[in-house]
């Protein structure tokens, strides 16, 4: 079961957002979807630290691209980050951020195993 939590802080632009457990796409547009409604920020933290990625499939992948691609203009010009605990995770996280590259996003996405670097480079610092 995909479990989400979400943080915001407005001073700096940021959401953050936490998965935990068994990964599915449709809590994951779902909270997509939320966010662009509620009014998003202009930088984004995936952590998927206590993720299991492995259940999504490529389909799935391109389907949350999609999502994304439907709101980034709410974004454009952010950043988002992609937290990630493991390496086959780091693939997975790699192979979204490969789509959104290809359907032309327009934010930056990249994905780091360290929160301290993902926040510093979100913020300008690095």
Do not use: N
């Amino acid at each position: 079961m995909t479990e989400i939590d979400h943080s915001i802080v407005t001073d700096i632009g940021l959401t953050t957002i936490r998965v935990r457990g068994a990964v599915r796409v449709e809590p994951l547009a779902e909270a997509l979807l939320h966010l662009a409604h509620q009014g998003p920020t202009l930088h984004l933290l995936w952590d998927f630290t206590s993720a299991d990625l492995s259940t999504l499939r490529e389909r799935q992948l391109s389907q949350l691209v999609f999502v994304a691609r439907q709101h980034a203009h709410h974004r454009r010009g952010g950043k988002t980050a992609m937290l990630v605990g493991s390496d086959f995770d780091f693939g997975m996280a790699r192979m979204i951020a490969t789509l959104s590259d290809q359907h032309e996003q327009m934010v930056e996405y990249r994905i780091f195993r360290c929160a301290d670097t993902a926040t510093a480079w979100l913020e300008g610092r690095g």
